[in-house]
């Protein structure tokens, strides 16, 4: 039973801890109350009504003086501050009540001596304001009547008027600026007033007029009293002394809530600090509490897992599959598991008690034996292969693990445990799988697997031999009809055979491996010459090609071999093997029965090439190729007609590269196809671009042989025109003459098609190709381009000259569109016009530029002036020898400079005749007839003949060595060709014709 006296002192306990926790809070409750006792919003209102009546108190005293200097007439604003300052001089004397008695009792003394101040300032304001309004009153009335009195009294003595207005004058003068001076002035003056003679009107208004003067006088002075003791209140004086009262005692009253505040603080931090310790008890006590739980909890855990254990260990002991033996510190056998007596045939009564050397087989000697135990004596266990007897005698392998067992707290050697299992099917197996892995199935040969090993070897072995090694890939020429002839069977008997006899033809060293179907490979090794390994392929060759013994009839087969040869061949074995098979490649394509030695530097040249179509299509998926595009203009009109997409590369190393450097890689290649859908779409779009700035060109793009015969190129472009159908019209096709040649009838028929698209074609580079007379009418091109590399040497190649007027010519037969390229000057294209070309491009006109270039070059591009003198002419082709002589005209000039340049003799004979030379000839010749007539035609002679004199004076220096005077004459020899030159130019325009309508 409990004792009922604990019982009540544990009550009692109970009830002075609830008490005690009762008086702490309500001590926490009156100390935050007193903290808090200062409110904000008391100190702020109250505060606030201070500032608010000196403000008011402020704006009463701004009145009275605006009033007294009549600056303002209002009383409304002086009332109204004046009834304000009473209600607040009410209001502060209800003082906060955070304030302690002692400063709360001085601040209400402060504030109700104020008000009392305030009460007075009410007062003299009142009666300021009642004075000021009858003073107001005579300052107004007293001038006008002064004024009226004088103007209009006529019967007023000269002395009278003189006595009233020096009295007008004082009392006024006394308004503007009262003083003691002043006001005996104004006695003195109204003392002169008394003067007989008046009539009784007279009298009467000028005692009115002394009236209100006397009031203005009185007035005054009794203004300026009151406004002095307004003053003298000094209410702003209290208003701030209460100010700093109540601020003394707002301080001291923070001061206090402060105190209580830290107090606060310091019960709740007390408070704090004993939950945390009384927490902190609790929570030791949960932690002993619970680890005694756990101790238990994991004694009887261990307990049942021990339990648990023995009865597993029992189990596998019994039931594992692996046998099991138990010795003891000596070795003799104390128990022995079933599956020990499935593996050695003894049951476990003939070996307890027994040595397991009972097992021995006799295989392993005496240092086996003693290694084992050693292992085992010094790490604990051994682990390994072994061989043992069973019961019945036979030998068997297993994998055997011992391990020593020693006792826990003296460490003393106690029991030894064997363990193993019976692993001879395993080595069967692995045997077999050996087999499988790294021989072939058919021949017994090496498989691949294998090879790759043997090749490793072979490298190895050959750089330390320093000698060759010969990769030989062999496949056999005719196996195929074999196996359609007599079947597989005995395909698979010509394979064994073969593959013995390889066997048979190699050396110890070398290897013979099948890697399947009738593919052979063999390593050749320690050979010392390139010869060797060729007089050993022949002999396997011949081998190869005896009869075969195996098929129901007579016959044989051959091989093809490809050969390579390390280190010549110095790469990995996975490249050495595709070299011979590339190789052995090369021996079928040159008619079987052979073998091929790799070319190593033919091999790094194609690869070269490859590596350079794969940064080339790199480049096409970075986005690094761009187009530029050169104009090409009408000479004739100074027109720009369009302009040719030109390809490049910006290549980030090397900078923007042009065409021929990348494209001649890939005309072979698709990707020359891929390239050319790209640059047709990026023009397509470069011409909605211009287009939508006001600027109408056509674009022509290059087209390739390649991309151009694809069967699918009209079905893109058809794609490509789709998706950009208000500029299809503006694009033009450009395919090479000769590209067009491959196929005529095909690319005729693209072309057709093309054009039914509305796009247009010209022929490139016209004249380069082969029967360009024959095919041209095939070609169903409108526009033909004059390859550059005749136009360049028109100014001085006259045969060039002649294959551009006829390519010309031709043009105009079949009604051909005809531009040039590769216009390089103004002369060139001078010329042209006068062969009739009048459309040309070319660097004399512009380079090749970016797109956003091109709109500005054409806004302020002009052509060259000396075309304006060919505009409107016209050359008839029997005109066409002067501009044959012209060019040869230049270049025998200039062969002569070349050669007394160089120092060597003029190429020119008879320079002393100018009637045999080929410009002679034409001069005093044919033209002779045809020119007579034209005054120009007489101006050449002399400049021609002035070309032969210095030209024989500059080949006699030369004869006589005199190098440098013979060089010193070429400045005088180019002038004597300008001067000609121009005397032709004029010919030339003389036998012109005016252009018409109709050319």
Same mark, same amino acid.
């Given at each position: 039973?409990?004792d ?12 002075a ?6 008086l702490?809070?309500?001590a ?7 903290a ?17 009546l000196r ?11 605006a009033?007294?200097?009549?600056? $303002? ?7 109204r ?7 607040? @001089? ?7 009540t ?9 601040v209400q ?6 008000q ?16 000021d309004?009858v003073?107001?009153?005579s300052l107004a ?5 002064a ?7 006529n019967?007023?003595s000269?002395a009278?008027r003189?006595?009233?207005?020096? +009295? ?6 006394f ?5 003691d001076?002043g006001?005996d002035?104004? *006695?003195?003056?109204q003392? *002169?007033?008394?003067k ?10 000028l ?6 003067g006397?009031?203005?006088?009185a007035?005054?002075?009794?203004l300026?009293q009151?406004?002095?003791?307004i003053f003298?209140l000094?209410t ?6 209460l100010?700093?009262q ?10 206090t ?9 310091a019960?709740?931090?007390?408070l ?15 932690r002993?509490?619970? =680890? ?9 855990? =261990? ?8 009865k597993l260990?029992?189990?596998?002991f019994r039931?594992?599959?692996d046998?099991?033996?138990?010795? #003891? ?5 104390l ?9 050695t045939? +003894?049951?476990?009564?003939e070996?307890?008690?027994?040595n ?22 010094e790490s604990?266990?051994?682990r ?12 068997y ?6 391990s020593?067992?020693?006792?826990? $707290?003296?460490g ?5 445990v ?7 099917r ?9 087999q499988m ?7 017994e ?14 490298i190895?072995q ?18 195929k ?7 597989h ?16 033809a190699?050396?110890?060293?070398d ?6 179907? #009738?593919e052979?490979?063999?390593?050749l090794?320690?050979?010392? $010459?390139e ?6 392929? /022949? ?9 075969? @013994?195996?098929?129901?009839e ?7 071999? @490809?050969?390579?040869?390390?280190p010549?061949?110095? !790469?990995?074995?996975d490249?050495?093997m595709? %070299?011979a ?5 090369? =021996? ?9 030695l790799?070319d190593?530097?033919q091999?790094?040249?194609?690869? *070269?090439?490859?590596d350079?179509?794969?940064r ?5 998926e970075? %986005?690094?190729?761009?187009?530029y595009?050169?104009?090409k ?5 100074g027109?720009?007609i ?5 390809i ?6 090397r ?5 021929i /450097?990348?494209?001649?890689l890939?005309?072979?290649d ?9 640059v047709i ?18 674009v022509?793009v ?5 991309q ?6 009209v ?9 950009h159908?208000?500029?299809? %019209? ?7 003459? *000769?590209?067009?040649?491959e ?6 028929r ?10 247009h074609?010209s022929?490139d580079d016209?004249?380069?190709g082969?029967s360009?007379l ?5 070609l ?6 004059? !390859?550059q ?17 006829g390519v010309?010519?031709l043009?105009n037969?079949?009604?051909r ?6 216009v390089e ?9 006068q ?7 070319? +660097? @004399?006109?512009a ?9 500005n070059w054409?806004?302020?591009?002009q ?5 304006q003198?060919?505009?409107d ?8 020898p002067?501009?044959?002589?012209e ?6 000039v ?13 190429p020119q004979r ?6 045999h030379?080929?410009?002679g ?5 044919r $033209?002779?007839?045809?020119?007579t ?5 007489a ?8 070309v032969?004199?210095? =030209? ?5 220096h030369w004869?006589d060595? %005199?190098l440098d ?16 030159l ?17 050319r």
């Amino acid at each position: 039973m409990n004792d009922p006296t604990s019982q009540n002192i544990s009550y009692r306990w109970l009830f002075a801890i609830g008490a005690g926790v009762v008086l702490f809070f309500v001590a926490l409750a009156a100390l935050y109350q007193r903290a808090e006792m200062v409110s904000p919003e008391q100190h702020f209102a109250y505060t606030q009504s201070l500032r608010d009546l000196r403000e008011i108190d402020t704006r009463i005293e701004s009145e009275l003086l605006a009033n007294r200097l009549e600056l $303002s007439r209002n009383y409304d604003a002086l009332t109204r501050h004046t009834l304000d300052a009473t209600g607040l @001089g009410t209001q502060i004397l209800a003082t906060p009540t955070f304030l302690a008695d002692s400063d709360r009792e001085t601040v209400q003394s402060a504030a109700r001596a104020l008000q009392v101040s305030l009460a007075d300032k009410g007062d003299l304001v009142d009666r300021f304001k009642r004075h000021d309004a009858v003073l107001r009153n005579s300052l107004a009335y007293f001038p006008v009547e002064a004024a009226d009195f004088l103007d209009h009294e006529n019967g007023f003595s000269g002395a009278g008027r003189l006595a009233v207005d020096r +009295y007008v004058r004082a009392v006024l003068a006394f308004a503007r600026a009262p003083s003691d001076a002043g006001h005996d002035t104004v *006695t003195r003056a109204q003392a *002169t007033l008394d003067k007989p003679g008046l009539t009784s009107v007279q009298r009467l208004r000028l005692n009115n007029l002394r009236q209100h003067g006397d009031v203005i006088v009185a007035h005054l002075s009794d203004l300026d009293q009151l406004i002095e003791d307004i003053f003298t209140l000094n209410t702003s004086q209290q208003i701030e002394a209460l100010n700093r009262q109540y601020a003394t005692g707002h301080v001291r009253a923070l001061a206090t809530a402060d105190r209580y505040r830290r107090l606060l603080y310091a019960l709740v931090i007390l408070l704090t600090i004993y939950l945390a310790w009384t927490f902190a008890r609790l929570d030791r006590t949960r932690r002993s509490l619970e =680890a005694a739980h756990r101790e238990v909890s994991s004694r009887y855990t =261990a307990q049942l897992a021990a339990e648990k254990q023995l009865k597993l260990h029992a189990t596998a002991f019994r039931s594992a599959h692996d046998g099991i033996t138990l010795t #003891d510190a000596a070795g003799n056998i104390l128990d022995v598991n079933p599956a020990f007596s499935r593996i050695t045939g +003894y049951e476990r009564s003939e070996v307890i008690g027994r040595n397991p050397r009972v097992l021995k087989s006799g295989r392993h000697d005496h240092e086996f034996y003693a290694a084992m135990w050693k292992n085992i004596n010094e790490s604990g266990s051994w682990r390994g292969e072994i061989w043992n007897r069973n019961k019945y005698g036979e030998i068997y392998p297993e994998l055997l693990s011992i391990s020593a067992v020693r006792d826990e $707290s003296t460490g003393q050697l106690t029991n030894y445990v064997a363990v193993f299992a019976d692993i001879g099917r395993l080595k069967a197996q692995e045997k077999q799988l050996t087999q499988m892995a790294y021989f072939d199935a058919l021949t017994e040969l090496p498989n691949r697997t294998l090879l790759a090993d043997r090749l490793v070897q072979g490298i190895a072995q050959s750089r330390r031999s320093e000698t060759l090694m010969a990769i030989c890939y062999l496949d056999l020429d005719g196996f195929k009809p074999i196996n359609d002839t007599w079947g597989h069977d005995f395909g698979d008997k010509v394979l064994i055979e073969i593959a013995s006899r390889l066997k048979e033809a190699l050396r110890g060293g070398d290897t013979v491996a099948r890697l399947g179907g #009738d593919e052979f490979v063999l390593l050749l090794l320690g050979l010392g $010459s390139e010869d060797e390994c060729i007089a050993a392929v /022949e002999r396997l060759l011949l081998e190869i090609a005896k009869p075969l @013994g195996c098929l129901p009839e007579p016959s044989a087969v051959s091989a093809s071999i @490809g050969v390579t040869l390390f280190p010549l061949d110095d !790469d990995d074995p996975d490249t050495l093997m595709r %070299h011979a098979d590339q190789a052995m490649y090369q =021996a079928k394509q040159s008619g079987k029965n052979g073998y091929h030695l790799f070319d190593a530097e033919q091999d790094r040249s194609v690869r *070269t090439r490859f590596d350079r179509v794969a940064r080339i299509r790199q480049a096409l998926e970075n %986005h690094e190729l761009l187009l530029y595009y050169q104009p090409k203009v009408n000479m004739r009109e100074g027109r720009v007609i369009g302009a040719e997409a030109l390809i490049r590369w910006n290549h980030p190393e090397r900078g923007i590269l042009p065409p021929i /450097e990348f494209l001649p890689l890939i005309e072979d290649d698709d990707l020359i196809k891929l390239i050319g859908d790209w640059v047709i779409e990026t023009a397509l779009i470069q011409l909605e671009v211009w287009r939508a700035m006001g600027l109408e060109l056509q674009v022509s793009v290059n087209v390739a042989g390649r991309q151009l015969q694809a069967p699918e190129f009209v079905e893109k472009l058809k794609v490509a025109l789709f998706l950009h159908p208000t500029v299809a %019209h503006q694009l033009e096709l450009e395919v090479l003459e *000769t590209a067009a040649l491959e196929d005529v009838v095909k690319t005729s028929r693209v072309i057709d098609e093309c054009r039914a698209l509305g796009v247009h074609f010209s022929l490139d580079d016209f004249g380069t190709g082969y029967s360009s007379l024959t095919y041209l009418k095939r070609l169903p091109a409108e526009t033909i381009k004059i !390859d550059q590399s005749f136009v360049r040497e028109i100014l001085s190649d006259h045969n060039n000259l002649v294959i551009v007027q006829g390519v010309i010519g031709l043009a105009n037969a079949f009604q051909r569109h005809i531009i040039a390229e590769g216009v390089e000057t103004a002369e060139h294209g001078r010329l042209l016009m006068q062969l009739n070309c009048d459309e040309a491009q070319g +660097y @004399g006109i512009a380079k090749p530029m970016p797109s956003e270039q091109l709109a500005n070059w054409v806004k302020h591009w002009q052509p060259d002036p000396s075309w304006q003198g060919a505009r409107d002419l016209y050359w008839e082709d029997f005109d066409y020898p002067i501009m044959i002589a012209e060019v040869e005209h230049r270049n025998w000039v200039a062969q002569l400079v070349y050669a007394i340049n160089e120092g060597l003799p003029p190429p020119q004979r008879h320079l002393a005749d100018p009637q045999h030379c080929r410009f002679g000839l034409w001069y005093y010749g044919r $033209s002779r007839s045809r020119h007579t007539a034209q005054p120009a035609y007489a101006a050449i002679e002399r400049p021609h003949r002035r070309v032969h004199e210095v =030209a024989q004076r500059m080949d006699e220096h030369w004869r006589d060595g %005199h190098l440098d005077a013979a060089r010193a004459l070429i400045p005088e020899l180019l002038t004597a060709r300008d001067q000609t030159l121009d005397a032709l130019r004029a010919l030339q325009l003389a036998v012109a014709v005016r252009r018409t309508d109709d050319r």
